[in-house]
């Protein structure tokens, strides 16, 4: 029967496609986990794998954060974050700053180093800064990480350091010999939606992320879709269904740090692509998005707001041969220098520092 004999045919062709897409999958799955083992377990596990990397890197998991920084890491404390260790109870008389943030805040000779170095002369070592950043942290991340720093810091004001990458529950995860990769919940930001199969298979699939990602970046570069569409970690802050989570956890980081009798600064630091002039004279708004949804939190809250975009872009203008970030999202020395500043002039201003301080 030749109806028979077609449909063998287009049966057989069907299977070696699926066959050529399963191995492709594999493939890549194997690449992305660095390992053969890792790729196969990730076809079951849709978590990706996740293996206590013990002593090979500076992360090890944690149930709650999803990794901290290692306890043996040289120059960390007993209370998980880089910086010297803190007596029992704090001395009389000092006023502490904690700030919690990622990558940005994380360097080593960045802003938080700037501020710290500013007011050890300004206030004569009776101002404290403390940078309990940690590279890769959400705002969620951030907010369990300072419950744990809370009582046994007691910081007079606590600075939340928000960057565009953050308006997720999990961001990265780790792998067996320490590094990074993006979470599920990342990879499909640039996936379909809905609880159709395609779409699941989709969301499943680590070679669907792949073609997306780079069909995007093709795109980019024609200049049809903006600079963030194309990027998994960045795109859900213009996303208004990620805002009430990341609005929940900058209210509960509000309400620990008051009970805490503490204060709160929130400060946002621009995603470098932005800042680009010709896209701010054409879509201004839409480029700044994020931080008018930062800014309508921190009003209606009553939370102290610093946006640097605006520094970032004076600087620019006043001083446009000197880069302000090395790589689209970490800060230069100038890049942080302008940070400190600011920061230091808003913290000022908002009377969140001893009464002395004169602007």
Not at 22 to 37: N, P, T
Not at 106 to 113: K, N, P
Not at 197 to 218: G, M, P, T
Request: glycine share 8%; with cysteine.
């Amino acid at each position: 029967m030749r109806w028979r004999r077609a449909l063998g045919i287009v049966a057989a062709q069907v299977g070696a496609l699926l066959c050529v897409a399963l191995a492709a999958e594999v493939g890549v799955r194997c690449w992305r986990e660095k390992g053969i083992r890792a790729g196969f377990a990730s076809l079951v596990d849709g978590r990706g794998t996740q293996i206590d990397p013990g002593t090979r890197g500076a992360f090890a998991r944690d149930d709650e954060l999803g990794y901290r920084l290692q306890p043996a890491l040289e120059g960390v404390n007993r209370l998980g974050f880089r910086g010297p260790e803190l007596p029992a109870k704090k001395p009389p008389g000092r006023f502490r700053i904690l700030v919690v943030g990622d990558s940005i805040a994380w360097d080593a000779d960045g802003f938080v180093t700037g501020l710290e170095s500013r007011f050890r002369t300004e206030f004569r070592g009776d101002v404290e800064v403390f940078n309990a950043s940690v590279p890769g942290y959400t705002t969620f991340q951030e907010r369990v990480f300072l419950g744990r720093l809370l009582a046994p810091v007691a910081p007079d004001v606590v600075v939340l350091e928000y960057c565009l990458n953050d308006n997720h529950r999990f961001l990265h995860r780790l792998t067996e010999d320490g590094g990074w990769l993006l979470t599920p919940e990342a990879r499909a930001t640039l996936l379909p939606d809905g609880d159709g199969v395609a779409a699941r298979v989709a969301r499943w699939s680590y070679l669907a992320f792949e073609i997306r990602k780079r069909l995007l970046a093709l795109e980019r570069r024609s200049g049809s879709v903006h600079p963030w569409e194309s990027e998994p970690d960045f795109g859900p802050a213009w996303k208004q269904e990620t805002w009430p989570a990341e609005r929940a956890e900058i209210l509960a980081i509000q309400a620990a740090t008051r009970a805490a009798d503490a204060r709160l600064l929130v400060l946002a630091v621009p995603y470098e692509p932005q800042l680009e002039p010709s896209l701010l004279a054409r879509e201004r708004d839409l480029a700044l998005a994020p931080q008018a949804h930062l800014a309508s939190i921190c009003r209606d809250a009553a939370i102290p707001f610093l946006d640097l975009a605006p520094a970032f872009e004076s600087a620019r203008t006043a001083h446009p041969s000197e880069p302000l970030f090395r790589d689209r999202v970490h800060l230069t020395a100038a890049g942080h220098a302008v940070a400190a500043a600011a920061l230091r002039d808003r913290l000022c201003a908002e009377r969140l520092l001893p009464a002395d301080c004169a602007r």
